[in-house]
């Protein structure tokens, strides 16, 4: 719901208008609390209707949250090629979280880049992550192959291997030692754990229109979209909840629950059915 920028009451002959982006509300003609009193509670409701906390298509850039910058030699190592996949991770952190995403995301790019006891990835793993209030925020350059403690598959040994009950795939753990086929995934990571409950309405909602507008940019179909257990070992990646969610309870490889078929509208949104 898209809330108008005036709204008139012809039968009291008052008058709003609401700059919301702006923050500013400008109300004029009210010549009673009580009219007031009925302003406000309209703009309130108006405000909870439309539960437009972001929009999926406006991207939060890296000098918003990042204080540090990527390691471009470490990230040139691994460059990303053409997009030919979406992948959906977690970051396994706390759901709800104590702290604020920005706080959250300075803390991740840390441990993944600069912390002595962890990874030393050059950057975020992640391109994209979805906050809390459903704010995409832009992590590594998806010019440069995401990262990961487990080791990607290629297409070959993920389609050669079944997935078990859990919708995990059932392919031979490959050699750790190895850098593993991350190239060609855009990474996408909803901050939380999401093994017992999913996300907010708003964060699936925007990362489902995310996804789709990812889809279309790339030329792909929703048949390119991945979760990391299907395409790694021994990962629960990205919670069980939020995996049923998309892939339903048949938890087969491109099987359509409901996060699925919210992709697949929005794809034809954007494409106009096509």
């Known amino acids: 719901m898209n809330l108008p920028d005036t709204i008139t009451d012809h039968r009291k002959n008052w008058k709003w208008t609401l700059m919301v982006q702006g923050t500013v509300w400008k109300c004029t003609g009210y010549n009673s609390i009580l009219h007031q009193a009925v302003a406000f509670l309209t703009i ?10 972001a929009e999926p298509d406006t991207v939060v850039p890296r000098s918003a949250w990042s204080v540090v910058a990527p390691d471009e030699t470490l990230l040139k190592k691994k460059p990303n090629g053409r997009i030919r ?72 040994q993920w389609e050669a291997a079944p997935l078990n009950k859990n919708g995990q795939t059932t392919a031979s753990k490959p ?12 990474t996408i990571s909803v901050i939380g754990s999401f093994n017992d409950q999913l996300p907010s309405e708003v964060m699936r909602r925007n990362l489902a229109k995310f996804v789709a507008l990812k889809l279309k940019e790339h030329q792909l179909t929703i048949d390119d979209v ?46 106009g059915g096509n």
């Not at 959906?88 to 920005?102: G, K, N, Y």
């Not at 990835?121 to 350059?141: E, K, M, N, P, T």
């Not at 050699?175 to 855009?186: I, M, Q, T, Y």
């Open 44 to 53: 309130v409701f108006l405000l909870a209707c439309s539960g437009e906390a």
């Open 85 to 156: 996949y979406i992948s959906i991770h977690q970051t396994e952190t706390p759901f709800p979280d104590t702290v604020d995403d920005i706080r959250r995301l300075r803390g991740i790019q840390n441990w993944h880049q600069t912390n002595s006891a962890g990874p030393k990835w050059g950057d975020i793993a992640y391109h994209y992550l979805v906050a809390s209030d459903g704010r995409i925020f832009q992590g590594r350059d998806p010019k440069y192959a995401a990262s990961s403690g487990t080791v990607y598959l290629t297409q070959a």
């Open 175 to 186: 050699d750790v030692s190895k850098p593993g086929a991350s190239e060609g995934h855009l």
């Open 226 to 271: 991945y979760f990391h257990r299907e395409i790694a070992c021994w990962t629960d990646c990205p919670g069980q909840e939020l995996y049923d969610w998309f892939r339903g309870v048949s938890r087969e490889l491109r099987a359509r629950g409901p996060g699925m078929n919210w992709i697949k509208k929005e794809l034809a949104v954007l494409t």
